[in-house]
């Protein structure tokens, strides 16, 4: 296979990820980078050896040199991929565009016919596509092991903490940042049930809201931040026990805690929790997206689906039971138990044994085989080789977007 040539487009968290694990395949090499950050933006030049002309302070700039590269990696925040997206494929390069496509319909759409209209091989992040799970769980329906699919249900348990970090502190707390809740994370799970359903609903409603990570909720004693907290020590939101601990676990360095310091020392911990938006009350703070939402979903066919997700909830993998006219299928992420109603036999697979990326790296795997997927696509000029194009995810999308609707309006809203 060819080697692809990729320009880094927001270098930050996802963007280093796809970047390292494209070079670790052997067949990607990172040739340019767009990253304001002036450390970051150092730090992955040294890296993936750029040179200086070829380390741009913004995308924008990236743009103004032409093309560069044969794909652009676009990992920039939630309401910064519309315009490098649509530029940057007019330009011809191939995209890899992290998801949400964008945070408004007309956005996504923009980005989609862009893409469409530049003949560029276009992939959205939905990496749980690319995970050796959901490829087992592909296989079991399509090997009729449960007959007709009638129901599913869906779980996606966001954890306590992941909550806190992310959705009442982090880069996810309000919609008018980034967007709704069921957009910025649930956005994957959407997608995923649509494509292992095998259709989009003809219908959807929803409900949810913030329930308890609000100021009505906050206990007597709570201090606007954990650091001058009386209380801080029983509540479940504690800051300074997630962030401390955290520095007593090298897994979790990268995540979450590079998002909070950038060095790794409990002084500098804790003068981030002084000052930064990480050390904040969880019912001090400025965020509003939801803490748990439900989405009903009808396919065309009949069968129907729901979708819970929840703050209140360890953080770990999906769950989700597939229910047919001849089986079910109950799913952890990482096992799949089959329940056969002929015979009443019960069997287990184990994703660890599908083969392809690891079932234990970023995603379950789904990193890995996404940027495989991707750059084989590039190399070989071959879309079918990526599971979702431009207007599959622009589909997938509207689910969400309609789902948003009716949490909002109280109303069933019908899909084209
Ligand atoms: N696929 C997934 O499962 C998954 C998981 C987490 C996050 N995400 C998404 O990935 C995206 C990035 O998230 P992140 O956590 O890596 O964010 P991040 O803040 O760590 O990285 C974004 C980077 O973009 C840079 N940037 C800002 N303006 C820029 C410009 N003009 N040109 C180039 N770069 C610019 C920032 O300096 C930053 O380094 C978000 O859209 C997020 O929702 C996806």
């Known amino acids: 296979m060819p080697e692809v040539t990729l320009a880094l487009v927001g270098a930050g968290q996802r963007g280093q990820a796809y970047a390292r694990l494209a070079v670790a395949t052997g067949r990607g090499r990172v040739v340019a980078v767009a990253e304001p950050d002036p450390r970051r933006r150092a730090a992955v030049a040294a890296e993936f050896k750029i040179p200086p002309q070829r380390a741009y302070a913004g995308w924008a700039d990236l743009a103004a040199a032409g093309k560069l590269a044969d794909a652009a990696v676009i990992a920039t925040q939630d309401r910064m991929h519309r315009d490098p997206a649509v530029r940057l494929a007019g ?67 966001v954890g306590w903490w992941h909550y806190a970090h992310s959705f009442v502190r982090g880069n996810w707390r309000r919609a008018d940042t980034s967007g709704p809740m069921l957009l910025t994370k649930s956005c994957h799970d959407i997608d995923w049930l649509v494509y292992v359903v095998g259709a989009a609903p003809a219908r959807v409603s929803s409900f949810g809201s913030l329930t308890h ?62 000052t930064g938006p990480y050390g904040r009350c969880v019912y001090g703070s400025d965020n509003d997206v939801v803490d748990h939402q439900v989405v009903n979903l009808e396919f065309p066919d009949g069968a129907t689906g729901t979708f819970t997700m929840s703050a209140f909830t360890p953080m770990g993998h999906r769950q989700t039971r597939l229910m047919g006219t001849h089986g079910y299928l109950e799913g952890n992420g990482e096992t799949v138990r089959h329940v056969d109603f002929r015979t009443g036999a019960e069997q287990t ?68």
């Open 349 to 416: 697979f184990d994703a660890a044994t599908e083969g392809g990326p690891s079932a234990a790296g970023g995603h379950s795997g789904g990193d890995e085989g996404l940027i495989e997927a991707f750059l084989a696509a590039v190399a070989a000029g071959d879309p079918t080789l990526l599971s979702s194009d431009a207007t599959e995810s622009l589909a997938t999308h509207r689910v969400v977007w309609a789902a948003e609707r009716s949490r909002q309006t109280g109303e069933t809203v019908s899909l084209p």
């Open 91 to 157: 330009l011809g390069y191939h995209i890899l565009l992290e998801k949400p496509m964008a945070p408004t319909e007309p956005e996504a759409s923009e980005i989609a016919e862009a893409a469409v209209r530049s003949g560029v091989i276009f992939a959205i992040c939905h990496v749980l596509r690319y995970t050796p799970y959901t490829r087992m769980v592909r296989r079991l329906l399509a090997e009729g092991r449960i007959g007709r699919l009638v129901s599913v249900q869906h779980l996606e348990p």
């Open 213 to 274: 990570f609000r100021a009505t909720e906050r206990p007597a004693g709570a201090a606007d931040r954990c650091l001058d907290c009386g209380i801080e020590a029983t509540c479940p939101y504690s800051a300074k026990r997630l962030y401390l601990d955290c520095l007593a676990d090298p897994d979790r360095h990268a995540w979450p805690l590079s998002t909070v310091t950038a060095e790794f020392t409990e002084p500098a911990v804790l003068d981030a929790l002084r």
